[in-house]
């Protein structure tokens, strides 16, 4: 087990350094002079070269990669060349607003999606799986902008029981929260549901397939004990790299749902940022994400295989 | 106590029942051993699932009765047929590892029917379930308890799979060919340790196969099943000597037995293919059109089953006339005579291998080197091939035996280039063999050729028959298109199939065709030496006999040298002039095809020996059994690599020092300590009879 | 895995009731896409003053927006742009993914494993994040959303053709071709790649579905599209400020998208239940 835990850390710090390269290389494209969007446009050719000199832009791009890289990893993030602020605590007051929601998410659909997958798929082309299956059929490939409109124009204009906006303050108590997060949550859960549902569903029908649910109802067990002791023990084991791989999912999800509600997290400072060319709180941001995204997959990585005696017992 | 009377199923396909198993009868007594033999397709499966109620989706009981102590199992409520499934009839099913619950222990499995069906609590069920692995030969019970499947061998898995459905101490076992996917050594282990509980306990039994000589060994009566149709049924020894239904007759006939050589015997084939479940009509007898006394009758009259010889029961028109010997019904393919071209090559050797050996890592991905690194592991390779010496003579056949993981597939695939040597010099028709296949010339390319083990993966299945037939005149021979239709036009008849297969794809051939096919493509290009891995394993019985001849036919033709891979020692030993034994990455022994039959061999050869089951009567005196499996390549046993295994084990000698060549006559020779002087006494004592000391 | 053979999929995905369904949508909106500016009553931008703010009517079927335009019309005109799109971005993505995917697949080692690191890499970035990043470097036009489409996408699809290739590559057939010496590009192409078109057929129409998602969505986020580009995700956008007084302006491209996603994804899975039997 050591020996994979270090192996699936090679492989996630091998992916990290590959995925900020490309963030660094994409990021340094980016049209515009930093310099100039800094000093702005009166400043002199002097003042320019002295900033560049200053913050090494005239360094060879490895020099500067690695800088960055290393910066990144000490949390010096430097400040936003459009608020003038530290992007450390801007981005961790973001990071924690989206895990909220992101937690929140998970939590209901995680448990849901999968009792529902398994019900599809312990009932395959029965009406109860045409139901689930169609349903989720429908709702998958649905832009979240669009189901989050839906649901602005069901609970809060028609019902008017939710704001449509989910501008929360910073420090505000939960209890001012909670209804600003009911509807962006919502919109990722049926996001979400669809997906882990049919994967889910794929897993149950698979493992009943195979022979030794057979030894398993020959044995004279009752069906639901061959269900519950045999089948589902391992058609959800894979459950647990689809949660994580919904995950990613998830974040690209967040940045157009936090868009739909004005949700004050990462995907909304992701597009801010974007939108004013400000460098290093777009590279920021992207670090963290991929980043959490990389430890989701380690963590449900290593999940499996603690729970897989495949894997446990071959490293 | 089993009774079936007249079951018939059906599978439905596209809104059509496709029937595949037709009226079938049978009645199985307390403590009897019943034989249920076909091949795939025979329906010999869906019968053992009819009985279980666990037919495929589409499968559906059409007709007839399964009575089981007086009770249709049939019109038996689920929850009532539950109750006897588990606790009266158990099954040993055919693939032991997806068989077993792959996340939980093997012990908690065994234990879990024991708790259920007999009420055990928990810890009775924990001992009972040590005491069952002991009773199937586990040699350390509490360690394969706590295992997961993957932990253990197939044999394990098979032995606990075993244990299962005996703790419940079922008054019927039903054996789906348990020991198919094992290989021959564990094979032989297994079938004792069945033979004896099946005796020991007085179980009623119905063991499911498609080979013969395992049922020979193990059954009291012997159904006979081919097409969906039950065909033959008797007493084991009765109709093994003297079978009446010309498809049990053929079946018996075209399996190779020890000691026959294609020297002083032909084998006789069953010509044609099984009928696929579409092309199965119902008012003939459906062997006729591959049976050699048909008459006009078997196409238009389907024949009943009959009382006959004693006891048995036969489905033929013509059985009276074959019971009194006014006919003959075995069978021979008919082909054109063969005209042996004379060997133009010289007196070398076509192929030459010296000191081979091939490794490789276990894994080469970046992410396992740098946690190797960081562990401080060394990267572990894997020998597959070690310090192998070979030669093939012009027009030879050498044969090489060994059980998977030996290293026989590795050795094949280096000389044909798949797999890059590591070491070693191998010369070819006297000029060095490049180890990578990107650096073989097109004539190097011509001379080798490879057919492989599987069929249903040797043919592109999106090209047709002449386009596969096609390439290698175009892409070795040089040829233009329309010399290369001709050519593969003339290769489909030389292989004995009709030209219309040209413009087929390969998904409408039977498996035997297919085989047909790869053996065209690749005598094509006019090889000097032929590589042959396991071309008939995956095949059905009653068509090996027919693509073996094929294979000996076009290569006396062609005066072409063949390397014959297999892991059965009598269709090696039928086939090839000398024989090769494979152990472990090495070579352990070189004898002629000729004195197979006779002692000394290699103790590994010895043991090989004795696990063929065979149809004839077995070795009188103390069989030859061994423990434990095949190494694994990566840490292979010091000295002797057999010593671990081996049954006549000397002492420290054979764990610390490498075995010398000992040359016997013949050119025969055996990597071993001990002398072959006494190896061929203690060997012949333990097969003629006498024991070992 | 058999043949692919239009007509034959067509009359399978028929047989189906949820997949003709699907099946019968996309039909529908490939016919609008090709043949639009031919029936719609009014042009893109056109402006009727006098007619704006007017709720659907026999007039203008799906109402006027603020400046004036017909709603109809451009929801018509605005199929062929996401279509289009999500289809010549797909075509673009699966060809280089299988070609990719061909080459790790059949070679293997260090130019596999170099290969399938930095797809891991891109994969290990959310879609969307990679998407914006690249717009905002690339600037806003339709073929920085093809570009966008096919780096997305090329790893995906590579994946899975190299999953393909490496259980194809070790069959019989392939190694008898390579022994008889035939030329690697026969191989790629003529031995392995019809094996791979059955999985290939599936993956590119999961990957149409998502890139209709995901042109859609960039629009909406404003990102890669400039008004007054006809794309739906953009019009949906553009109609939030004004969606109390003129919700039609923002349901009827909505559900364009919500439907033709919705069909596509109905076929796509008609496709993969067809192709796997």
Same mark, same amino acid.
């Given at each position: 087990?050591?020996?994979?835990?270090?192996?699936?850390?090679?492989?996630?710090?091998?992916?990290?350094?590959?995925?900020?390269?490309?963030?660094?290389?994409?990021?340094?494209?980016?049209?515009?002079?930093?310099?100039?969007?800094?000093?702005?446009? %009166?400043?002199?050719?002097?003042?320019?070269?002295?900033?560049?000199?200053?913050?090494?832009?005239?360094?060879?791009?490895?020099?500067?990669?690695?800088?960055?890289?290393?910066?990144?990893?000490?949390?010096?993030?430097?400040?936003?060349?459009?608020?003038?602020?530290?992007?450390?605590?801007?981005?961790?007051? =973001?990071?924690?607003?989206?895990?909220?929601?992101?937690?929140?998410?998970?939590?209901?659909?995680?448990?849901?999606?999968?009792?529902?997958?398994?019900?599809?798929?312990?009932?395959?082309?029965?009406?109860?799986?045409?139901?689930?299956?169609?349903?989720?059929?429908?709702?998958?490939?649905?832009?979240?902008?669009?189901?989050?409109?839906?649901?602005?124009?069901?609970?809060?204009?028609?019902?008017?029981?939710?704001?449509?906006?989910?501008?929360?303050?910073?420090?505000?108590?939960?209890?001012?929260?909670?209804?600003?997060?009911?509807?962006?949550?919502?919109?990722?859960?049926?996001?979400?549901?669809?997906?882990?549902?049919?994967?889910?569903?794929?897993?149950?029908?698979?493992?009943?397939?195979?022979?030794?649910?057979?030894?398993?109802?020959?044995?004279?067990?009752?069906?639901?004990?061959?269900?519950?002791?045999?089948?589902?023990?391992?058609?959800?084991?894979?459950?647990?790299?689809?949660?994580?791989?919904?995950?990613?999912?998830?974040?690209?999800?967040?940045?157009?749902?936090?868009?739909?509600?004005?949700?004050?997290?990462?995907?909304?400072?992701?597009?801010?940022?974007?939108?004013?060319?400000?460098?290093?709180?777009?590279?920021?941001?992207? !670090?963290?994400?991929?980043?959490?995204?990389?430890?989701?997959?380690?963590?449900?990585?290593?999940?499996?295989?603690?729970?897989?005696?495949?894997?446990?017992?071959?490293? | 106590?089993?009774?079936?009377?007249?079951?018939?199923?059906?599978?439905?396909?596209?809104?059509?029942?496709?029937? $595949?198993?037709?009226?079938?009868?049978?009645?199985?007594?307390?403590?009897?051993?019943?034989?249920?033999?076909?091949?795939?397709?025979?329906?010999?499966?869906?019968?053992?699932?009819?009985?279980?109620?666990?037919?495929?989706?589409?499968?559906?009981?059409?007709?007839?009765?399964?009575?089981?102590?007086? =009770?249709?199992?049939?019109?038996?409520?689920?929850?009532?047929?539950?109750?006897?499934?588990?606790?009266?009839?158990?099954?040993?099913?055919?693939?032991?590892?997806?068989?077993?619950?792959?996340?939980?222990?093997?012990?908690?499995?065994?234990?879990?029917?024991?708790?259920?069906?007999?009420?055990?609590?928990?810890?009775?069920?924990?001992?009972?379930?040590?005491?069952?692995?002991?009773?199937?030969?586990?040699?350390?019970?509490?360690?394969?308890?706590?295992?997961?499947?993957?932990?253990?061998?197939?044999?394990?898995?098979?032995?606990?799979?075993?244990?299962?459905?005996?703790?419940?101490?079922?008054?019927?076992?039903?054996?789906?060919?348990?020991?198919?996917?094992?290989?021959?050594?564990?094979?032989?282990?297994?079938?004792?340790?069945?033979?004896?509980?099946?005796?020991?306990?007085?179980?009623?039994?119905?063991?499911?196969?498609?080979?013969?000589?395992?049922?020979?060994?193990?059954?009291?009566?012997?159904?006979?099943?081919?097409?969906?149709?039950?065909?033959?049924?008797?007493?084991?020894?009765?109709?093994?000597?003297?079978?009446?239904?010309?498809?049990?007759?053929?079946?018996?006939?075209?399996?190779?037995?020890?000691?026959?050589?294609?020297?002083?015997?032909?084998?006789?084939?069953?010509?044609?293919?099984?009928?696929?479940?579409?092309?199965?009509?119902?008012?003939?007898?459906?062997?006729?059109?591959?049976?050699?006394?048909?008459? %006009?009758?078997?196409?238009?009259?389907?024949?009943?089953?009959?009382?006959?010889?004693?006891?048995?029961?036969?489905?033929?028109?013509?059985?009276?006339?074959?019971?009194?010997?006014?006919?003959?019904?075995?069978?021979? %393919?008919?082909?054109?005579?063969?005209?042996?071209?004379?060997?133009?090559?010289?007196?070398?050797?076509?192929?030459?291998?010296?000191?081979?050996?091939?490794?490789?890592?276990?894994?080469?991905?970046?992410?396992?080197?740098? /946690?190797?690194?960081?562990?401080?592991?060394?990267?572990?390779?894997?020998?597959?091939?070690?310090?192998?010496?070979?030669?093939?003579?012009?027009?030879?056949?050498?044969?090489?035996?060994?059980?998977?993981?030996?290293?026989?597939?590795?050795?094949?695939?280096?000389?044909?280039?798949?797999?890059?040597?590591?070491?070693?010099?191998?010369? !070819?028709?006297?000029?060095?063999?490049?180890?990578?296949?990107?650096?073989?010339?097109?004539?190097?390319?011509?001379?080798?050729?490879?057919?492989?083990?599987?069929? %249903?993966?040797?043919?592109?299945?999106?090209?047709?028959?002449?386009?596969?037939?096609?390439?290698?005149?175009?892409?070795?021979?040089?040829?233009?298109?329309?010399?290369?239709?001709?050519?593969?036009?003339?290769?489909?008849?030389?292989?004995?199939?009709?030209?219309?297969?040209?413009?087929?794809?390969?998904?409408?051939?039977?498996?035997?065709?297919?085989?047909?096919?790869?053996?065209?493509? $690749?005598?094509?290009?006019?090889?000097?030496?032929?590589?042959?891995?396991?071309?008939?394993?995956?095949?059905?019985?009653?068509?090996?006999?027919?693509?073996?001849?094929?294979?000996?036919?076009?290569?006396?033709?062609?005066?072409?040298? !063949?390397?014959?891979?297999?892991?059965?020692?009598?269709?090696?030993?039928?086939?090839?002039?000398?024989?090769?034994?494979?152990?472990?990455?090495?070579?352990?022994?070189?004898?002629?095809?000729?004195?197979?039959?006779?002692?000394?061999?290699?103790?590994?050869?010895?043991?090989?020996?004795?696990?063929?089951?065979?149809?004839?009567?077995?070795?009188?005196?103390?069989?030859?059994?061994?423990?434990?499996?095949?190494?694994?390549?990566?840490?292979?046993?010091?000295?002797? =690599?057999?010593?671990?295994?081996?049954?006549?084990?000397?002492?420290?000698?054979?764990?610390?020092?490498?075995?010398?060549?000992?040359?016997?006559?013949?050119?025969?020779?055996?990597?071993?300590?001990?002398?072959?002087?006494?190896?061929?006494?203690?060997?012949?004592?333990?097969?003629?009879?006498?024991?070992?000391? | 895995?058999?043949?692919?053979?239009?007509?034959?999929?067509?009359?399978?995905?028929?047989?189906?009731?949820?997949?003709?369904?699907?099946?019968?949508?996309?039909?529908?909106?490939?016919?609008?896409?090709?043949?639009?500016?031919?029936?719609?009553?009014?042009?893109?931008?056109?402006?009727?003053?006098?007619?704006?703010?007017?709720?659907?009517?026999?007039?203008?079927?799906?109402?006027?927006?603020?400046?004036?335009?017909?709603?109809?019309?451009?929801?018509?005109?605005?199929?062929?742009?996401?279509?289009?799109?999500?289809?010549?971005?797909?075509?673009?993505?699966?060809?280089?993914? /299988?070609?990719?995917?061909?080459?790790?697949?059949?070679?293997?080692?260090?130019?596999?494993?170099?290969?399938?690191?930095?797809?891991?890499?891109?994969? $290990?970035?959310?879609?969307?994040?990679?998407?914006?990043?690249?717009?905002?470097?690339?600037?806003?036009?339709?073929?920085?959303?093809?570009?966008?489409?096919?780096?997305?996408?090329?790893?995906?699809?590579?994946?899975?053709?190299?999953?393909?290739?490496?259980?194809?590559?070790?069959?019989?057939?392939?190694?008898?071709?390579?022994?008889?010496?035939?030329?690697?590009?026969?191989?790629?192409?003529?031995?392995?790649?019809?094996?791979?078109?059955?999985?290939?057929?599936?993956?590119?129409?999961? =990957?149409?579905?998502?890139?209709?998602?995901?042109?859609?969505?960039?629009?909406?986020?404003?990102?890669?599209?400039?008004?007054?580009?006809?794309?739906?995700?953009? !019009?949906?956008?553009?109609?939030?400020?004004?969606?109390?007084?003129?919700?039609?302006?923002?349901?009827?491209?909505?559900?364009?998208?919500?439907?033709?996603?919705?069909?596509?994804?109905?076929?796509?899975?008609?496709?993969?239940?067809?192709?796997?039997?």
């Amino acid at each position: 087990m050591v020996a994979y835990v270090l192996r699936r850390l090679a492989f996630l710090g091998l992916t990290i350094i590959i995925t900020s390269l490309v963030i660094f290389i994409v990021t340094q494209m980016l049209p515009g002079d930093v310099a100039r969007v800094v000093l702005g446009r %009166e400043a002199g050719d002097e003042a320019l070269a002295a900033f560049r000199e200053a913050h090494g832009l005239n360094d060879p791009l490895p020099v500067q990669y690695t800088r960055w890289l290393a910066n990144f990893v000490m949390g010096e993030w430097g400040t936003s060349l459009s608020t003038r602020s530290e992007i450390y605590p801007l981005v961790m007051e =973001r990071l924690k607003n989206s895990l909220l929601l992101t937690g929140i998410t998970m939590l209901i659909a995680a448990p849901l999606a999968t009792v529902l997958g398994v019900l599809a798929g312990l009932h395959e082309d029965k009406p109860t799986d045409s139901a689930i299956s169609i349903a989720s059929l429908a709702v998958v490939g649905l832009p979240e902008f669009v189901t989050g409109l839906i649901l602005i124009q069901i609970f809060s204009r028609w019902l008017g029981w939710l704001p449509p906006n989910s501008l929360i303050e910073s420090g505000a108590t939960f209890a001012e929260k909670w209804p600003m997060l009911i509807l962006p949550a919502m919109t990722a859960t049926l996001v979400l549901l669809a997906y882990i549902i049919r994967l889910t569903r794929a897993g149950v029908i698979e493992e009943l397939g195979r022979p030794y649910v057979r030894t398993a109802t020959l044995k004279g067990l009752p069906r639901h004990t061959v269900i519950m002791k045999h089948v589902l023990r391992n058609a959800l084991l894979p459950t647990i790299t689809v949660i994580a791989i919904s995950f990613g999912w998830l974040i690209s999800g967040l940045i157009v749902i936090e868009n739909v509600f004005n949700y004050p997290g990462l995907g909304r400072l992701l597009t801010f940022a974007i939108d004013r060319r400000d460098l290093p709180l777009i590279q920021a941001v992207a !670090m963290v994400t991929v980043v959490g995204f990389g430890l989701a997959n380690l963590i449900a990585d290593l999940l499996y295989a603690w729970l897989n005696p495949r894997i446990r017992l071959s490293y | 106590m089993l009774n079936i009377q007249g079951l018939s199923v059906a599978y439905e396909q596209n809104g059509v029942l496709l029937p $595949a198993v037709r009226d079938f009868s049978l009645s199985l007594a307390k403590g009897q051993t019943y034989g249920l033999v076909g091949e795939s397709g025979s329906g010999k499966t869906t019968v053992a699932m009819a009985i279980l109620g666990y037919l495929r989706g589409e499968g559906r009981i059409t007709g007839g009765r399964i009575e089981f102590e007086g =009770r249709n199992l049939l019109t038996l409520p689920q929850s009532e047929r539950i109750k006897v499934l588990g606790k009266s009839i158990a099954l040993v099913p055919q693939d032991p590892m997806s068989s077993l619950n792959p996340s939980m222990r093997v012990g908690a499995q065994i234990a879990e029917g024991l708790r259920y069906q007999l009420a055990l609590p928990k810890e009775q069920a924990t001992r009972r379930t040590l005491e069952l692995l002991e009773l199937v030969r586990v040699p350390d019970p509490s360690r394969v308890a706590r295992s997961y499947p993957h932990e253990i061998s197939g044999g394990m898995q098979q032995r606990a799979l075993i244990a299962m459905a005996l703790g419940v101490e079922p008054e019927l076992i039903i054996l789906d060919e348990p020991t198919t996917s094992l290989d021959v050594t564990t094979q032989a282990a297994v079938l004792d340790l069945l033979r004896s509980l099946i005796h020991d306990k007085n179980t009623a039994a119905l063991y499911i196969t498609h080979n013969l000589g395992v049922v020979a060994q193990l059954c009291d009566r012997v159904a006979v099943l081919y097409a969906s149709e039950l065909v033959e049924d008797g007493e084991t020894q009765a109709l093994f000597q003297n079978p009446l239904h010309p498809y049990t007759k053929g079946l018996l006939d075209s399996v190779p037995r020890l000691g026959q050589n294609k020297s002083g015997y032909e084998l006789p084939a069953i010509p044609g293919r099984i009928p696929a479940l579409t092309e199965r009509p119902p008012g003939c007898c459906v062997f006729a059109p591959r049976c050699p006394v048909a008459i %006009e009758r078997c196409f238009s009259e389907r024949p009943i089953l009959e009382s006959a010889m004693g006891d048995g029961q036969i489905r033929c028109h013509r059985w009276p006339e074959i019971a009194s010997g006014e006919i003959s019904h075995a069978v021979k %393919e008919t082909f054109a005579p063969v005209k042996a071209r004379t060997s133009t090559m010289g007196e070398g050797d076509v192929l030459d291998i010296q000191g081979l050996r091939v490794e490789y890592l276990v894994s080469r991905s970046i992410t396992d080197a740098i /946690t190797n690194a960081i562990l401080g592991r060394p990267t572990r390779t894997v020998k597959a091939v070690d310090e192998v010496n070979l030669s093939i003579r012009p027009g030879h056949t050498l044969g090489l035996v060994g059980e998977s993981g030996s290293g026989k597939t590795t050795l094949a695939r280096t000389i044909v280039g798949l797999v890059e040597r590591t070491d070693g010099v191998v010369t !070819m028709t006297g000029l060095p063999l490049p180890s990578r296949l990107s650096e073989r010339d097109i004539n190097t390319l011509r001379q080798i050729q490879f057919i492989f083990q599987n069929p %249903e993966e040797a043919l592109n299945p999106y090209l047709t028959i002449g386009e596969t037939l096609q390439r290698p005149f175009i892409t070795i021979g040089g040829k233009s298109r329309a010399e290369a239709r001709e050519g593969a036009r003339r290769m489909l008849e030389a292989v004995g199939l009709p030209v219309d297969y040209l413009g087929r794809l390969p998904g409408r051939l039977s498996g035997g065709e297919k085989q047909r096919i790869a053996i065209a493509r $690749a005598f094509a290009t006019n090889p000097d030496l032929l590589i042959v891995d396991e071309p008939v394993s995956s095949l059905d019985v009653s068509v090996q006999a027919a693509v073996l001849n094929l294979m000996e036919r076009l290569q006396t033709e062609n005066g072409s040298a !063949m390397l014959f891979i297999s892991h059965d020692l009598a269709v090696v030993g039928y086939l090839a002039d000398r024989i090769a034994v494979m152990y472990a990455g090495q070579i352990v022994e070189i004898c002629s095809a000729e004195t197979l039959s006779e002692f000394p061999h290699h103790p590994y050869t010895e043991a090989l020996l004795h696990a063929v089951p065979g149809i004839a009567p077995q070795p009188l005196g103390q069989t030859i059994r061994l423990q434990g499996d095949v190494p694994s390549q990566i840490d292979v046993p010091s000295g002797c =690599r057999f010593h671990p295994r081996c049954p006549r084990f000397l002492g420290q000698v054979c764990v610390d020092v490498m075995p010398p060549h000992q040359q016997m006559e013949d050119g025969n020779w055996i990597a071993c300590h001990i002398p072959p002087k006494e190896l061929q006494q203690a060997q012949e004592r333990s097969y003629r009879g006498g024991g070992v000391e | 895995m058999r043949a692919i053979n239009v007509s034959s999929v067509l009359r399978e995905l028929y047989a189906r009731r949820t997949t003709a369904l699907g099946t019968t949508i996309f039909l529908l909106f490939l016919f609008v896409a090709m043949f639009a500016p031919l029936f719609a009553p009014y042009g893109l931008n056109e402006q009727i003053y006098s007619d704006a703010r007017q709720a659907p009517s026999t007039a203008h079927w799906f109402g006027t927006d603020q400046l004036g335009r017909d709603v109809f019309s451009r929801v018509l005109l605005g199929a062929k742009d996401i279509l289009t799109l999500a289809g010549l971005g797909t075509a673009l993505a699966v060809a280089s993914g /299988t070609l990719f995917g061909l080459a790790a697949g059949y070679w293997g080692g260090t130019f596999d494993e170099i290969l399938m690191r930095i797809f891991d890499g891109l994969l $290990a970035i959310p879609a969307l994040l990679l998407a914006l990043l690249l717009l905002g470097t690339l600037g806003a036009s339709r073929n920085s959303i093809l570009i966008v489409i096919v780096l997305l996408y090329t790893p995906i699809v590579a994946r899975v053709v190299r999953s393909v290739v490496l259980g194809v590559r070790s069959k019989g057939f392939v190694e008898a071709a390579r022994l008889q010496g035939e030329p690697t590009g026969r191989i790629l192409f003529r031995e392995i790649l019809p094996s791979v078109v059955p999985t290939l057929t599936v993956e590119a129409a999961l =990957r149409f579905s998502y890139a209709i998602f995901l042109v859609a969505s960039l629009g909406f986020l404003g990102v890669g599209v400039q008004p007054p580009s006809p794309n739906w995700g953009l !019009m949906v956008n553009e109609a939030r400020p004004h969606v109390s007084q003129l919700p039609w302006t923002m349901y009827y491209p909505a559900g364009a998208i919500a439907i033709v996603v919705i069909g596509v994804n109905l076929m796509a899975d008609g496709i993969k239940r067809i192709v796997r039997t």
